[in-house]
Each structure stands twice: as structure tokens, then as C-alpha cells.
Antibody
Framework: EVQLLESGGGLVQPGGALRVSCAAS????????MGWVRQAPGKGLEWVAG????????YYADSVKGRFTISRDISKNTVDLQVSSLRAEDTAVYYC?????????????WGQGTLVTVSS | SALTQTASVSGSPGQSITISCTGT?????????LSWYQHHPGKAPKLIIY???KRPSGISNRFSGSKSGDTASLTISGLQAEDEADYYC??????????FGGGTKLTVL
């Protein structure tokens, strides 16, 4: 059974930084691209970042480029999102997602999400 | 910017409804990489359609997808109370980036 378990959310001040993590299990981790999707309060879903199975390629939404960094540790089956220079509009539930496969641009499994709140 | 979805739609049990998702020549119109997600608030979103019309294992055949030009559609037939949720489309937008729609709230009357 595929499981994605996020952790690391919390309250952070504007301009601050935080690392959210996702522990994956139930599938061959290195075979699948992974990513993060967020949902701000009262808003829709927004794709944030993606990383290839091997971890050598990363992709970002324009709204977070230069401020967020996605990485993965194949030995630990984890994928992280380092968020920095945080703004109020980054407040959201951050979902860890598993891509459907190589060059499969859909998300077949989602975690329960972790809340990041940016506020002074 | 986000793909365009109608903000809300409603239907009675047993009826059919269609949710549309409009993009541009940079996304929906060019790629058959359009997916749909069902999201009950407080829960994890769930994939219900991928690559325009394909259903994942375990998804009811009451859910169907299609696309014409820059507009994709999700049709839910035989509406049931548990279908009440938010629905999001998502399209590949080139360079390994993805774009979601603004979401459609489905109310089952």
C-alpha cells in the first residue's frame, strides 16, 4: 500500500524558512517522480515543485522559483521541500504527491498534507 | 495563470453533471496530459481521471473525461451524495510544469 506521510509544517515569520518532509513507502521510490502541491486557505490547488526519480532534475512553479528547493533521499525514501523567504501568501497546506510514472504528469497518490502558516 | 473552471455546479441524485476546464494553446489544447481530482475538504485529493479520459483502478465508470480543443470536461453520471466535493483539473504546461484549475464545488441537492 502506497503511503505518503508529511511532517515539518508549522508557524514561521515572514522572511523565514522551514523544511517540510515526506516519508514514502509501498512502492519503488527511485522509480517515480515526486512533488509538492499546496492549497492556501479558501483557495484551489497549486502545483509547487517536482523532482525526477533519480533526483537529478527539479522543476518549480514561477511563484516559488528561487525561494523553494525540492530534494530527495533515495536511501531514506524521503522527499523534502525547503521553503525560504516566506511570504503570507505561502500559507497553505502542503501535500506530498507521487507522480504516475516516468513522463506521467499526474498524481496518483497524495499525502494528508502539512500546514505551513506564515505570520508574525 | 490557472485553468478556468466554473466555480460551482449542482445536481440531484441520479442526474448527470459536467464540469468544464478551459486552458490555452500552451497547455490543455496542446497536451493530452489532463487529469482530474476529487477533493473532500480535510482529506487528501484523489485522482479520478488521467490523460484526459483514463480511469485509475477502483474509480467508478460514472466518472468520464473528454477534451475538445482548449477545453476539457469531466462528466459524472448517476450522481450520488458522496460525489459532493471539490473537483480540480490539472494540465501539463510544458517544461515539466503543471497547472491546476481554480476548482469547481459540486453540490448534490
Amino acid at each position: 500500500e502506497v503511503q505518503l506521510l508529511e511532517s515539518g509544517g508549522g508557524l514561521v515569520q515572514p522572511g523565514g524558512a522551514l523544511r517540510v518532509s515526506c516519508a514514502a513507502s509501498g512502492f519503488t521510490f527511485r522509480t517515480y517522480a515526486m512533488g509538492w502541491v499546496r492549497q492556501a486557505p479558501g483557495k484551489g490547488l497549486e502545483w509547487v515543485a517536482g523532482i525526477s526519480g533519480s533526483g537529478n532534475k527539479t522543476y518549480y512553479a514561477d511563484s516559488v522559483k528561487g525561494r523553494f528547493t525540492i530534494s530527495r533521499d533515495i536511501s531514506k525514501n524521503t522527499v523534502d521541500l525547503q521553503v525560504s523567504s516566506l511570504r503570507a501568501e505561502d500559507t497553505a497546506v502542503y501535500y506530498c504527491v507521487k507522480y504516475g510514472g516516468n513522463l506521467k504528469f499526474y498524481f496518483d497518490f497524495w499525502g494528508q498534507g502539512t500546514l505551513v502558516t506564515v505570520s508574525s | 495563470s490557472a485553468l478556468t473552471q466554473t466555480a460551482s455546479v449542482s445536481g440531484s441524485p441520479g442526474q448527470s453533471i459536467t464540469i468544464s476546464c478551459t486552458g490555452t494553446s500552451s497547455d490543455v489544447a496542446t497536451y493530452n496530459l489532463l487529469s482530474w481530482y476529487q477533493h473532500h475538504p480535510g482529506k487528501a485529493p484523489k485522482l479520478i481521471i488521467y490523460e484526459v479520459y483514463k480511469r485509475p483502478s477502483g474509480i467508478s465508470n460514472r466518472f468520464s473525461g473528454s477534451k475538445s480543443g482548449d477545453t476539457a470536461s469531466l462528466t459524472i453520471s448517476g450522481l450520488q451524495a458522496e460525489d459532493e466535493a471539490d473537483y480540480y483539473c490539472c494540465s501539463y504546461a510544458g517544461s515539466s510544469t503543471l497547472l491546476f484549475g481554480g476548482g469547481t464545488k459540486l453540490t448534490v441537492l
